[in-house]
């Protein structure tokens, strides 16, 4: 990785924006809005080339002040929140505070091997709010029918009723969007024919890949597993050997891998037969479904990195046959 001449780190709220500049010529803190960013910021970066600017991952807070750099030409670190934290311990920062969190985003961009955010385009940028959206509807839904099932009152039931209606119609409408710029996108994108191509991967798997893990094709199985959280990460210290658990990774992309490997595991042959062959040797059907989600997820992963759907053969770059169908089974009976 280059390095920076400059380094920024920015801690990111609501309403404003603390900011630890290594070269100490912007404001301390600012209010989180476009004018704020572009007046306060961006002009004052003379040289966006040699500037890194580092957040944290804040479920998409961060959206409009990555965007906006990006379209400034700075390069972004977006970090995992667990893994600053753990380096501000290891530092010895034990208190917490906006200001002391900027600080440590600095020293973070400054001392350890990160990787820039991917610049995201117009239609992706588009793209990512439908899926939120859709999200944020889901969660209405679910809360406004626990309401509904615990109301005794006529015309309030009727005004929940009336809410649940309309936003079950603007579910409808955002689903629409999405079905209909995956098509559009697919017709450039070849992530998306690869990755529909897996039985038990559905619209809702594949619009979350696509706008939520930018990074399937181009990791390492391993990686992939531990971005998402579905990798289980060794716990060990002399003679203990400590049950290994998958933790951290993102959310989002987790649940909705999870529903997509319950499916799998009833229409998804290589899926099917490898959690048919856990549960036969006793492990926990809770455990199993979770190396199910690991298995379909970095079977994706090489899918996409060598442009191949289910069923075709793909050759390598030196030639030789890198997947076929029954291959999947082969590779991902050693994860």
């Given amino acids: 990785m280059k390095s920076y001449k400059r380094v920024i780190g920015i801690d990111i709220c609501t309403a404003r924006l603390d900011i630890a500049d290594s070269m100490s010529k912007t404001e301390k803190a600012i209010d989180y809005d476009v004018d704020s960013i572009n007046t306060k910021l961006i002009k004052l970066i003379k040289d966006p080339a040699e500037t890194l600017v580092v957040c944290e991952a804040t479920g998409g807070l961060e959206y409009?002040?990555?965007?906006?750099?990006?379209?400034?030409?700075?390069?972004?670190?977006?970090?995992?929140?667990?893994?600053?934290r753990d380096f501000a311990k290891g530092h010895?920062?034990?208190?917490?505070?906006?200001?002391?969190?900027?600080?440590?985003?600095?020293?973070?961009?400054?001392?350890?091997?990160?990787?820039?955010?991917?610049?995201?385009?117009?239609?992706?940028?588009?793209?990512?709010?439908?899926?939120?959206?859709?999200?944020?509807?889901?969660?209405?839904?679910?809360?406004?029918?626990?309401?509904?099932?615990?109301?005794?009152?006529?015309?309030?039931?009727?005004?929940?009723?009336?809410?649940?209606?309309?936003?079950?119609?603007?579910?409808?409408?955002?689903?629409?969007?999405?079905?209909?710029?995956?098509?559009?996108?697919?017709?450039?994108?070849?992530?998306?024919?690869?990755?529909?191509?897996?039985?038990?991967?559905?619209?809702?798997?594949?619009?979350?890949?696509?706008?939520?893990?930018?990074?399937?094709?181009?990791?390492?199985?391993?990686?992939?597993?531990?971005?998402?959280?579905?990798?289980?990460?060794?716990?060990?210290?002399?003679?203990?050997?400590?049950?290994?658990?998958?933790?951290?990774?993102?959310?989002?992309?987790?649940?909705?891998?999870?529903?997509?490997a319950l499916v799998a595991t009833k229409n998804n042959p290589v899926i099917n037969k490898f959690y048919i062959k856990l549960v036969s040797k006793g492990k926990p059907k809770k455990l199993a479904l979770i190396a199910c989600m690991r298995k379909l997820l970095t079977m994706l992963n090489d899918m996409v990195r060598n442009e191949s759907k289910w069923g075709e053969k793909k050759k390598s770059v030196a030639g030789s046959i890198v997947s076929d169908r029954p291959a999947p089974a082969r590779v991902l009976d050693k994860i």
């Fill in 64 to 84: 409009v002040l990555v965007d906006m750099l990006h379209d400034a030409g700075v390069d972004v670190v977006v970090a995992n929140p667990a893994r600053v």
């Fill in 92 to 260: 010895g920062f034990l208190e917490k505070s906006d200001a002391i969190d900027a600080h440590i985003l600095q020293l973070f961009g400054k001392q350890v091997e990160v990787s820039l955010a991917k610049r995201r385009t117009d239609e992706e940028r588009s793209f990512t709010a439908l899926t939120h959206r859709r999200s944020q509807l889901l969660q209405i839904i679910n809360q406004e029918s626990n309401r509904l099932g615990q109301c005794k009152n006529a015309r309030t039931t009727e005004l929940i009723q009336d809410m649940l209606k309309a936003l079950k119609m603007q579910l409808k409408t955002v689903n629409s969007a999405i079905e209909a710029s995956l098509e559009e996108q697919a017709k450039t994108n070849p992530k998306i024919e690869v990755i529909r191509s897996v039985p038990g991967v559905g619209v809702v798997m594949t619009s979350t890949l696509i706008a939520e893990l930018p990074e399937l094709g181009s990791l390492s199985r391993t990686k992939i597993a531990k971005l998402v959280g579905v990798a289980p990460i060794i716990k060990q210290s002399g003679k203990i050997d400590g049950k290994r658990r998958a933790r951290g990774g993102r959310a989002n992309v987790r649940r909705i891998l999870y529903m997509a």
